[in-house]
T-cell receptor, first 111, second 113 residues
Framework: SQELEQSPQSLIVQEGKNLTINCTSS?????LYWYKQKYGEGLIFLMM?????EEKSHEKITAKLDEKKQQSSLHITASQPSHAGIYLC???????????FGKGTRLSVIA | GAGVSQSPSNKVTEKGKDVELRCDPI?????LYWYRQRLGQGLEFLIY????????KSGLPSDRFSAERTGESVSTLTIQRTQQEDSAVYLC???????????FGSGTRLTVV
């Protein structure tokens, strides 16, 4: 079965600093999804990547999928307190199975 | 509706009692998923429904867990004889169909005391 490993497990950065979160799959991915979760809330969809080498950006967040489609990174530029939360990557191996999720990366942004 | 709605948002129940959790998916979404998230853990897949096909129950942790969905609308997740290890946030998501992006509800936080 597909397994996703995220690193780091937690991250504390100073406001204004850049950071990167990684997500590695044990198998080739069909689709890779990034979500953000705040305490007491559901998951908020950020981005989906499907093609090897694909890169997408939204505001200060950029996600990339490597050529082999087994690793993705999420990069936040000039972090702000509003970026704090848990970032989860989810993936499916075929487009025909429910998403499997990593354990998440807890991000704290301090002033 | 505009989003996925889950109720109740919080539920405290005594060990041994049965609970029902409800999920209202986005109208028109044929696929519906239930996940469980224990404190500090990732999302654990429980069950999914796709249209009128038989549901995939492969993630249900025991026979105390069951779920139903009426057509392409509301789903209920039932946990019988709750145990303390059932305490978690139960998240529901829906999508147009399998392989499309998921929209999640805010979850039901279940506490078994």
């Amino acid at each position: 079965s597909q397994e996703l490993e995220q690193s780091p497990q937690s991250l504390i950065v100073q406001e204004g600093k850049n950071l990167t979160i990684n997500c590695t799959s044990s198998k080739t991915l069909y689709g890779l999804y990034w979500y953000k979760q705040k305490y007491g809330e559901g998951l908020i969809f950020l981005m989906m990547l499907q093609k090897g080498g694909e890169e997408k950006s939204h505001e200060k967040i950029t996600a990339k999928l490597d050529e082999k489609k087994q690793q993705s990174s999420l990069h936040i530029t000039a972090s702000q307190p509003s970026h704090a939360g848990i970032y989860l990557c989810g993936a499916d191996g075929s487009g025909n199975t429910p998403l499997v999720f990593g354990k998440g990366t807890r991000l704290s942004v301090i002033a | 509706g505009a989003g996925v709605s889950q109720s109740p948002s919080n539920k405290v129940t005594e060990k041994g009692k049965d609970v029902e959790l409800r999920c209202d998916p986005i109208s028109g979404h044929t696929a519906l998923y239930w996940y469980r998230q224990r404190l500090g853990q990732g999302l654990e897949f429980l069950i999914y429904f796709q249209g009128n096909s038989a549901p995939d129950k492969s993630g249900l942790p025991s026979d105390r867990f069951s779920a139903e969905r009426t057509g392409e609308s509301v789903s209920t997740l039932t946990i019988q004889r709750t145990q303390q290890e059932d305490s978690a946030v139960y998240l529901c998501a829906s999508s147009l169909e399998m392989g499309y992006g998921y929209t999640f509800g805010s979850g039901t936080r279940l506490t078994v005391v």
